[in-house]
């Protein structure tokens, strides 16, 4: 049996060069990557922790495993890191197809982001020269930008008006027990339950079928509002921490990269998990192609409704399979267009069932024309891949504009997504943990299972720092044994 | 110190390597496509792209219009080599080359299996229906329906070719 060689950088260099071009250029370079810095605990070199994923969680649980000395191995079956993070570019510009907005009040991320030297990039939220809020009918009014903060705000103080008591600690989400009471509420009866105008209605409306990424009949109603806690129990806070600030040079997978960067852990692009069993004393995952890795234990950081499209060979508890099936919901997408005319700094919230629930200037100027950003909870709404129905969608806000270009990206139809962020439907909040629960030697993490910001980059964040202290606890106790 | 008395989990990446070349060089066409793409597997790659090129539209506002249509894909793919591609293969000269054989790109084993050569009819089934021609490929595409838009994106690539 080979085994690994912990090789001079030089030697590695020399290696790549002269095998990388080959089919197997990825493993090989992952033969280079392998860990040379590291005081690794183990010199027979197999591997201590597989971890199923490179988005945020993955990339966290691996930096924080091997900086404790553990031999990692992260497996990706995309052909790219960041997960439901992507950073790609459009007309030129760097954009943010997944989780984008980043925040202060996000410790997990924030640090990430202090800690590699990631600044903010603003987008133009404030100061719009136009407002406008769709009705469920389709009917657009132009609200004065002052009139609409106003209305907005007022609504959403009024939706939110019970979080502190709800969530004295919102880290701690179920602390105030009365919460339990609260699971079957949804969102649209708590929403029809507060003296609010029809714009107001319309325009939470939209705002909550995006963080549902459904009728927001089916959307637990406190679940929303633990988000609304985390940011101090205040509406220009929350505001602020979902719209107006990007991650800057190089974005969401530029962080995500250099926290892999960091863990020198072997990471393997388009590695196809299908099955894992667990042995007790070891965990083996066999990949798509037939291949077969083998750790200690195993980290998952895959979004929900990934799971059933692996075969785990002892189960999971049926606590963990109920709340894959169904906890959760998210049928959301983005997209990016560009009109050749100028429409200056606008805001929309649509009110569902249309598509658009949030299109936003991203960039504007006679030159440029407009970028704006649409995010739709219900892609299923319209088909994103024909630009003329999008371009009739863009129309009935903005009847001038001159739609020429547009990068949509879907979570729904990504095979290895499936939904975009998560989102909890009404009754399943409290299961969470569920989720989150260790199972012999595997490990589970993913925003979803984020005590903080679950339907945010920083819960993955969070559930990476979690999961990997599980798995290091685990692994001591067992090699100590 | 930890006691090594426990047995540790090992897997060699060396190992792996070899039975992921055995498995490449035992490549096998999948069933599901061979019908429908047998003609462009006999053919050559050169054959292939001529043939095809003179169904493609010359007119210079439908490839206009292929262009303009092809920032969704963009996102993934870059059609000039000397440019990232952030997610997807290069489709520099994408007519006529063999599916899933952009060096260093970490196609799953579905593309890594096939051996046929990206003629306009697969590129046109592809982008309609990924998974439907390849099921188990990672693009992370829906497909586009309407015919005249897939054609117009096709004949874009194409002119690449020819700059």
Redesign the interface.
């Known amino acids: ?4 060689s912990n090789r001079d950088p030089l030697d590695r260099r020399l290696f790549l060069k002269t095998g ?9 370079t ?2 280079a990557d ?1 860990n040379p810095d590291r005081n690794v ?2 010199k ?5 922790v597989v971890i199923v994923g490179a988005g945020f969680a993955g990339a966290t649980a691996a930096r924080e495993l091997a900086a404790k000395g553990w031999r990692v ?1 992260v497996l990706e ?4 890191v960041g997960g439901r993070v ?6 030129g510009r760097q ?1 943010e ?1 997944g989780g984008s907005s980043v925040h202060w009040v996000q410790p997990h991320v924030f640090a990430e982001m202090q800690r590699y030297g990631f600044g903010f990039a603003e987008v133009p939220l404030y100061d719009l020269d136009a407002s406008y809020i769709m009705l469920g009918d389709g009917t657009v009014k132009n609200i004065a930008p002052s009139t609409f903060d106003e209305k907005y705000t007022s609504a959403f103080n009024k939706f939110c008006a019970d979080s502190r008591s709800l969530f004295p600690k919102p880290y701690d989400p179920f602390f105030n027990e009365t919460l339990h009471k609260l699971e079957s509420i949804s969102a649209e009866e708590h929403l029809l339950s507060l003296d609010l105008d029809e714009l107001q209605i319309a325009s939470l409306r939209a705002e909550l079928t995006l963080y549902a990424g459904a009728p927001i009949s089916e959307f637990s109603y406190t679940s929303f509002v633990k988000l609304f806690a985390l940011a101090s129990w205040d509406t220009f806070t929350f505001t602020d921490s979902e719209k107006h600030w990007h991650i800057d040079s190089g974005g969401t ?1 530029a962080l995500v990269q250099a926290i892999l960067d960091d863990s020198r852990a ?1 990471v ?5 998990v299908q099955e894992v069993t667990d042995h007790g ?3 083996s995952i066999k ?10 234990t195993a980290i998952f950081t895959l979004p929900t409704k990934v799971y059933p499209d692996i075969n785990f060979k002892s189960g999971l508890s049926k606590e963990k399979q109920a709340f894959i099936d169904n906890a959760e919901m998210s049928d959301g997408a983005n997209i990016y267009m560009r009109t050749t005319n100028n429409l200056g700094n606008t805001f929309c919230f649509c009110d569902d069932p249309n598509p658009f629930n949030a299109v936003q200037t991203e960039e504007f100027s006679d030159e440029t024309g407009t970028i704006l950003k649409a995010t739709l909870g219900r892609q299923s709404l319209i ?6 129905a999008v371009a009739a969608e863009l129309r009935k806000i903005h009847p001038n504009a001159e739609l ?8 729904v ?5 499936k939904q975009a962020w998560p989102s909890y439907r009404v009754g399943w909040f409290s299961k969470y943990k569920d989720m989150a629960k260790p199972e012999g030697q595997l490990f589970f993490a993913g925003a979803a299972t984020a005590d903080g910001w679950h339907e945010y980059i920083d819960g993955a964040v969070e559930s990476g720092i979690r999961a990997a202290r599980e798995a290091h606890l685990r692994m ?1 106790k ?4 | 110190m ?20 055995q ?2 060089c035992s490549r096998e066409t999948d069933n599901a496509i061979t019908s429908i793409n047998s003609t462009s597997d006999t053919n050559t790659a050169a054959e292939i792209s001529n043939e095809d090129r003179k169904d493609l539209p010359s007119d210079p506002h439908i490839i206009e219009r292929g262009r ?2 092809f ?2 894909c ?3 793919h870059s059609v000039n080599t000397s440019l990232p591609s ?3 293969p290069h489709l520099q000269g994408v007519l006529g080359r063999t599916v899933g054989s952009v ?8 593309l ?1 299996q096939q051996n046929g050569v990206w003629s306009v009819a697969r590129l046109d089934q592809f982008i309609k229906n990924p ?1 439907e021609i390849y099921p ?3 693009m ?7 015919e005249s ?1 897939r054609r117009a994106i096709i004949a874009y690539l194409a002119s690449l070719d020819t700059d």
Not at chain 1, 44 to 48: K, L, Q, S, V
Not at chain 1, 287 to 296: F, I, M, N
Not at chain 1, 413 to 417: A, G, K, M
């Open positions: 049996m080979h085994k690994l990388a071009a080959t089919a197997a250029g990825l493993a090989l992952s033969c392998e605990r183990d027979d070199n197999g591997y201590h191995i079956a995309r052909p790219r992507f950073t790609s570019q459009f007309l954009i197809l997978s072997t393997r692009l388009g590695a196809v004393d070891s965990v990949l798509s192609d037939g291949e077969l890795v083998t750790a200690s088909d994103l891949n024909s630009f003329d020429t270009d547009v990068a949509p990206y879907n979570w139809t990504d095979p290895y997504s001591e067992s090699y100590a044994g | 930890l006691a090594r008395s426990k047995r540790l989990a090992k897997v060699s990446v060396c190992a792996v390597i070899v039975a992921f070349l498995n490449a303009r249509l920032s969704s963009g996102v993934c952030s997610a997807g060096q260093g790109f970490p196609y799953t084993s579905v890594m998974r188990g490929t990672s992370a595409f829906g497909g586009i329906a309407d838009d």
